[in-house]
């Protein structure tokens, strides 16, 4: 059986392999040359509307960029077709750049209305230029070869279409298996807490988006090589809608959906095209309708698409492993510089935001002395998760000045803020709920690596990767959480996602650590390990603020407190001084008992 359980998936590689050199007829070469074309083009989806959360409609325009450029190139100007892939694929980095940097900060359904703007104008382009043959296109191109061997015809382009295909799903797998991947997996509805973690969100995007691009003109390159014509139609904004729907039958998040996707699409599709017109005795698109239909049926009934199912099944025979833990020999990573004890590390001053008419942090200044643990309290409403988003750089605040390390921070995004050491958890935890304990974690090892996503692809960031895991399962362990680091972090109880969120901050190798609600869920036991380890913390150099409603917490853990009320500072004090404040008792038993 477990033999069974090795060999099969080399049998099936091996099967696709010598598929052209069996009698299998032309018709299903064909099919599956398309199905991988269309793969490569949902696999860009998967990426870019699956993780990243951006709906595209446009891709079928930069499959036609591919397409039509080496067209141009190879027919106009006699150039080989491998030139034409060279300059597709940098011609569609350049217009993809300039879309991204022109729609990509759009939010909303802006995003997705803006992607069928593009995709009509340049398709347009394509029917109306006299260079690019109006709407009967280029014909005659040459024919592809490769180390002498000629590869025109469907049966030998099938391997380089599987080839590409296959290697284009191993370099998506590995970016989301990486540093990059990691923040990638941010984008849709983590991006406060990668930018608190030091990553910059749009950068991101603009990878996914010109990532996705690349792989639409790759298979537009191959298209053109298998029809040696080419035309606006296939790359028309219909084709756009059908990636997209194909990426979202497959399983828009996985890799494997957008072959699942691009196969079951394209083999409905043809059965309907025939049937169809037979059934209602006329032709016309009809296929288009019942897809619609389908889409609709799927996004309500099963929005994760097949592959979840198919997953499921598979699992029967091959179990998930957790991530082999290959990290024991790897060295640490580098640590910053740590501030003296004593020195002035954090500088509030007359810090003050309104929302409107409300003003909910009240001209508030306080400082915090490296080696210190200050506690932030007051009743709720009091404006405390503001100073600290205001403090973080998530809030930009309306007059007041904030300086870290004796550097001015107010108005810095959050992520130059953790850039300079200043690490922070949320009053509402903030993860990735799909991905491992261990992973969430390791983001906030993400300013302490440097492999970007292309050795991501390449799977050259091994070595990194080890050193940050090793790293996420010390602070885990810090935490007493390194037996949960491989569960889906979504799978936690609320306590322990808290201390998950302080593992993450603590692998960011913070010189300030602001606590929002830690305690918060945990049970008592948990509590009082929470508070020996901040303890540990503080003993090794590291200053904490705290935001916490945990009276006993706060008072048996914390240096100084600073009491807020109505978004102004009420009193501040050591912790005896403020049990002691009847201001303090006024405003905790007037408003919360
Ligand atoms: N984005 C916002 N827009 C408008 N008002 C806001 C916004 N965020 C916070 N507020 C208001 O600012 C005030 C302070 O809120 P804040 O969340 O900072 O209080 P808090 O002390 O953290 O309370 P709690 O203990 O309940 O978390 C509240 O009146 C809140 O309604």
């Not at 991006?191 to 910059?200: C, I, Q």
């Not at 083999?267 to 288009?288: C, F, H, T, V």
């Not at 300079?420 to 949320?426: A, E, L, N, Q, V």
Request: aromatic share 8%; hydrophobic share 50%.
């Amino acid at each position: 059986m477990q033999m069974l359980r090795k060999i099969l998936p080399a049998a099936g590689l091996l099967l696709l392999a010598v598929l052209p050199l069996l009698p299998v007829p032309e018709f299903w070469i064909t099919q599956l040359n398309y199905i991988g074309m269309f793969a490569l083009v949902s696999l860009g989806l998967v990426l870019l509307t699956g993780v990243g959360g951006l709906t595209s409609f446009g891709q079928a325009a930069f499959v036609g960029l591919g397409a039509y450029t080496t067209a141009v190139l190879s027919t106009r100007w006699g150039l080989s077709p491998w030139v034409g892939l060279v300059a597709g694929i940098a011609i569609t980095i350049v217009v993809a750049l300039i879309l991204a940097w022109l729609t990509l900060r759009m939010s909303g359904h802006y995003l997705p209305l803006a992607t069928i703007a593009w995709a009509l104008s340049l398709n347009y382009t394509m029917g109306n230029m006299e260079f690019l043959g109006k709407y009967d296109g280029l014909q005659g191109l040459p024919s592809l070869s490769l180390l002498g061997m000629d590869l025109s015809g469907g049966r030998a382009l099938y391997g380089l279409i599987w080839v590409i295909a296959l290697l284009a799903a191993w370099g998506v797998k590995n970016l989301l298996d990486s540093r990059p991947g990691r923040a990638i997996r941010a984008l849709n509805g983590a991006t406060t807490m990668a930018e608190a973690m030091g990553v910059s969100t749009f950068r991101y995007k603009v990878v996914i988006f010109v990532l996705a691009a690349v792989l639409a003109a790759t298979s537009g390159w191959l298209y053109a090589q298998f029809q040696r014509s080419v035309n606006p139609s296939p790359f028309a904004l219909k084709m756009g809608i059908e990636y997209l729907f194909m990426a979202v039958v497959g399983g828009v998040g996985t890799v494997w959906g957008a072959f699942v996707g691009a196969g079951v699409v394209k083999l409905i599709e043809d059965q309907l095209k025939e049937l169809l017109p037979a059934l209602l005795g006329s032709s016309g698109n009809y296929e288009i309708i019942v897809l619609g239909v389908v889409l609709v049926l799927m996004l309500k009934y099963a929005p994760k698409g097949l592959w979840p199912f198919i997953e499921t099944a598979l699992r029967r025979w091959w179990p998930a492993v957790p991530r082999p833990r290959d990290w024991e020999g790897a060295a640490p990573l580098p640590l910053r510089d740590k501030p003296a004890p004593g020195e002035l590390l954090l500088d509030v001053d007359r810090l003050r935001k309104q929302f409107g008419g409300l003003v909910a942090v009240n001209d508030v200044s306080f400082q915090i002395r490296a080696g210190q643990i200050v506690g932030l309290i007051g009743p709720n409403g009091a404006g405390k998760s503001t100073t600290f988003n205001l403090v973080s750089g998530v809030l930009s605040s309306t007059s007041g000045q904030v300086s870290f390390r004796g550097q001015p921070v107010s108005g810095l995004a959050s992520r130059l803020i953790a850039r300079r050491g200043m690490s922070r958890t949320f009053q509402h935890v903030k993860m990735i709920a799909d991905m491992t304990v261990l992973e969430n974690v390791a983001l906030g090892g993400y300013l302490r690596g440097s492999s970007g996503s292309m050795r991501a692809m390449l799977r050259l960031d091994r070595q990194e990767e080890q050193r940050l895991f090793k790293e996420a399962e010390t602070q885990l362990r810090r935490i007493g959480m390194a037996e949960q680091m491989h569960e889906l972090a979504g799978n936690l109880a609320l306590g322990p996602q808290r201390l998950m969120e302080i593992a993450r901050a603590l692998c960011t190798d913070p010189a300030l650590l602001l606590l929002d609600e830690p305690a918060a869920g945990l049970r008592h036991k948990e509590k009082q390990a929470l508070g020996d380890v901040l303890r540990q913390l503080k003993q090794e150099g590291l200053s904490i603020l705290l935001v916490e409603h945990d009276m006993d917490f706060v008072m048996g853990l914390t240096d100084r407190i600073v009491v807020m009320e109505f978004g102004t500072k009420l009193i501040e004090g050591t912790p005896a001084e403020v049990q002691a404040s009847p201001e303090v008792r006024a405003a905790y038993l007037g408003t919360e008992h």
